[in-house]
């Protein structure tokens, strides 16, 4: 079982839908969460971080972590054909100094 | 602007070379982090420097090695490259304090072997 799952996509949605991306994860160790933006042959863009249960707001992103589920949202309001790109979910563990990441998932939102 | 950078941006070589990927991290940022990313794949980790030592290996195969100089850039050496190295090469920094950490990534190196 691999330490991060993440639906490899694609994900098809019409400009200014709600999207939703998830992670789960197997360890509880995680302790900070991150969301990476990249786009096609660019280097993943920090687009979240988040540390613990909750959620956190930026602009038109929320990040929403649920440890006892072991799973990590991102939501995308308003989304704009700029938003299509591949979203990595990233994980940390300070213990073990290590980062996990999802494998991504594509993102297409059409005009 | 990540502040992390990436040389070269392309690099085209053929089967059985030797090349060279350089990256300088973020200022004052200890860590160096370096993945692969094949065409449509995910990002593979490959080996971690700290502050000029190897502090975690993933699946970096015996003929590439890496180095953190102590202005702590670092370059990572791929050799008798073979068709299947061609790849997306990234690096990434962070300031490893042990805790509330991230990565910041680079531009990439776009590696082609012929």
């Known amino acids: 079982q691999k330490e991060v799952e993440q639906d490899p996509g694609p994900l098809s949605v019409p400009e200014g839908a709600i999207v939703s991306l998830n992670c789960t994860y197997s360890n509880s160790a995680f302790q900070y969460f991150m969301w990476y933006r990249q786009y096609s042959r660019k280097g993943p863009e920090l687009l979240m971080y988040t540390y613990s249960s909750g959620n956190k707001e930026d602009g038109r992103f929320t990040a929403q972590v649920d440890k006892s589920s072991k799973y990590i949202s991102l939501f995308i309001r308003d989304s704009q054909p700029s938003d299509s790109a591949t979203y990595l979910c990233?994980?940390?563990?300070?213990?073990?100094?290590?980062?996990?990441f999802g494998s991504g998932t594509k993102l297409n939102v059409k005009p | 602007d990540s502040g992390v950078t990436q040389t070269p941006k392309h690099l085209i070589t053929a089967t059985g070379q030797r090349v060279t990927l350089r990256c300088s991290p973020r200022?004052?940022?200890?860590?160096v982090y370096w993945y692969q990313q094949s065409l449509d794949q995910g990002l593979q980790f490959l080996i971690q420097y700290y502050n000029g030592e190897e502090r975690a290996k993933g699946n970096i195969l015996e003929r590439f090695s890496a180095q953190q100089f102590p202005d702590l850039h670092s370059e990572l050496n791929l050799s008798s490259l073979e068709l299947g190295d061609s790849a997306l090469y990234f690096c990434?920094?962070?300031?490893?304090?042990?805790?509330?950490?991230?990565?910041?990534f680079g531009p990439g190196t776009r590696l082609t072997v012929l």
């Open positions: 200022s004052g940022d200890l860590s």
């Open positions: 990233a994980m940390f563990r300070s213990n073990f100094n290590k980062f996990y």
């Open positions: 990434a920094s962070s300031a490893d304090r042990g805790s509330g950490d991230t990565q910041y």
